[in-house]
C-alpha cells in the first residue's frame, strides 16, 4: 500500500498527521506537486515535482496510484478517475469517494462549476476546522488498520 497526496492544496495539518502515519506504520506517502514541498527527513516520505500545468500532478497521481493504494485528494474529478482504477479516496475532510459514491459527488460539483460559469455565486466551501481534520485523522486510521498486515 501507498499513500498519494494531492499536495498543491492539502492543508498542512493534514500533510503532518501523514507525515506521522507514515513513520508510525512503515507505509509509503508521496506528496505530488507542481513546486518544491519541504518534507521531513523520513525513509517513508518523500515528494515528486511536476510541470506547472492544468491536472498535470492530477495525471501523475492517476499514472502511478494502483489498486489497495489511497490517494488523499478534494479533486473530485481526480478521485473519480482513481476510484474507477481500484484506488482508495479520502477528501482531507474526512470523506471517503467510493465507487459506491462518486458519481453522485461528480455530478454536484459539475452542477455547482455551471452554476459558477453562468454568473450564479455559490459561495465556496466552508474553511477548514478542527473537526475535518478530527474526521480525517480518524478515517484515515481506520482505512490503515484496515490494511496494515499484522505482524
Not at 519541504?38 to 517513508?44: A, I, K, L, N, Q
Not at 473519480?80 to 453522485?104: C, F, K
Request: with cysteine; hydrophobic share 45%.
Amino acid at each position: 500500500m501507498h499513500i498519494w497526496v494531492d499536495a498543491d492544496a492539502c492543508p498542512g495539518v493534514i500533510k503532518d498527521m501523514l507525515f506521522r502515519v507514515a513513520d508510525r506504520t512503515q507505509i509509503s506517502v508521496t506528496l505530488v506537486a507542481n513546486r518544491y514541498l519541504r518534507t521531513p527527513p523520513s525513509r517513508f516520505i518523500k515528494s515528486i515535482v511536476v510541470p506547472a500545468g492544468f491536472d498535470v500532478a492530477d495525471k501523475e497521481i492517476v499514472k502511478l496510484a494502483q489498486a489497495g493504494d489511497l490517494v488523499i485528494t478534494a479533486d473530485i474529478p481526480l478521485a473519480a478517475e482513481v476510484v474507477a482504477n481500484g484506488v482508495a479516496v479520502l477528501n482531507p475532510r474526512g470523506e471517503m469517494y467510493t465507487v459506491d459514491n462518486i458519481q453522485q459527488h461528480l455530478t454536484m460539483r459539475n452542477f455547482m462549476e455551471e452554476l459558477r460559469g453562468s454568473g450564479v455565486e455559490t459561495g465556496g466551501p466552508a474553511a477548514f476546522s478542527q473537526a475535518d481534520g478530527r474526521a480525517f485523522a480518524r478515517q484515515l486510521d481506520r482505512f490503515v488498520a484496515q490494511r496494515k498486515p499484522t505482524p
